[in-house]
């Protein structure tokens, strides 16, 4: 059997973009030529896993990422993984649990998704910041030395922040009316958000990196490559539409009013990541945090106007 390279979550946000890129990689990297790609999806039947199945080299497994154990890495013969957890409460013991299957297994190298670099410290008050923060301190032990990982960190996803502004879009075209536009961010504060198909590109390059070495215990910032402001993005709307926005709110978290009511998770738990917004703030999510080994790997091309564009184009 081939070494493989494991996608958990492969049909995700990031995770599609790892698996496409691995793909196109195959066929031009001698370091990950002859490996086989995995992609773990809870259900193979969904439009973009039978998408991936066709791709060269992967090979799509519904299996719950979560339910991966030390045997089946080794069966498998896994030597490098990316994995993208979701923010729950239950994230630390199903992250640590895969992370500790792949120290036992003897994977070589694990990529991660992280979140926004200024929130991931132990006294954050958003939950998920602070889980991971543990997490990347777990692997910083010397019990996981044996295991190379990088983590990213990122800002806001594009699709997320403007995702607002491309549903007041759709109304407007289909009903000539509005509904107030709701953006996470303030105002007035450049926040360089990313496309998270080009988080998995960069995520990629790293796995197929011949020494994941000079990676190893790295955290790396990846921001995209332009700023935008909650103004500037009413500016769009207002382009698309061809008429004055009525009605605007600015750091809105009204859907995580939604998240909280909806549960099953603890209301106090979902409504603390209303903490995690307050970074945004901070002046620290512009494209010049971006990490220098990002930009010289897999620079983010994708702008705001471009995320937008693409997502009123389906």
């Known amino acids: 059997m081939a070494p493989t390279i494991l996608i958990a979550g492969a049909t995700g946000n990031t995770g599609r973009g790892v698996v496409e890129t691995l793909s196109k990689l195959l066929e031009t990297s001698s370091v990950i030529s002859g490996h086989r790609i995995i ?4 259900s193979s039947s969904g439009a973009v896993a039978q998408k991936l199945a ?3 080299g992967v090979e799509v497994i519904e ?27 239950s994230q630390f013991t199903e992250e640590s649990t895969f992370l500790i299957a792949a120290l036992y297994a003897g994977v070589e190298y694990v990529v991660r998704i992280s979140t926004n670099a200024p929130n991931v410290r132990p006294d954050c008050l958003a939950f998920y910041p602070r889980t991971h923060w543990a997490l990347e301190t777990l692997l910083s032990t010397p019990e996981f030395e044996r295991l190379k990982w990088t983590s990213l960190q990122p800002t806001a996803f594009a ?17 000539g009316k509005q509904d107030t536009l709701r953006i996470i961010g303030p105002a007035d504060v450049p926040i360089a958000v990313i ?9 990629a390059t790293l796995l197929a990196q011949k020494d994941p070495s000079p ?21 769009m709307v207002e382009q698309y539409i061809g008429t004055k926005v009525e009605n605007v709110v600015f750091n809105d978290t009204s859907f ?25 703030e901070k002046r620290v999510s512009s494209a010049s945090y971006t990490s220098k080994q990002v930009l010289e790997l897999a620079a983010p091309k994708c702008t705001p106007a471009e995320a937008l564009k693409r997502m009123l184009e389906g």
């Open 256 to 280: 995580i009013d939604a998240w909280a009511e909806a549960g099953p998770e603890p209301k106090n738990i979902i409504l603390s990541i209303k903490h995690a917004l307050e970074s945004l």
């Open 195 to 203: 496309d998270p198909f080009e988080i998995g590109v960069f995520a």
């Open 63 to 89: 299996k719950n990422w979560i339910e991966v154990s030390a045997d089946w890495l080794r069966e498998n013969q896994v030597v490098r993984a990316f994995v993208a957890s979701q923010p729950q409460s």
């Open 159 to 175: 699709e997320f922040y403007l995702g607002t502004a491309a549903e007041l879009i759709n109304q407007y075209r289909k009903t």
């Open 39 to 42: 992609a773990l999806t809870r």
């Open 54 to 56: 066709k791709l060269p």
């Open 215 to 235: 990676h190893n215990k790295a955290r790396y910032v990846i921001h995209g490559p332009e700023d935008v402001t909650g103004n500037q993005v009413v500016k």
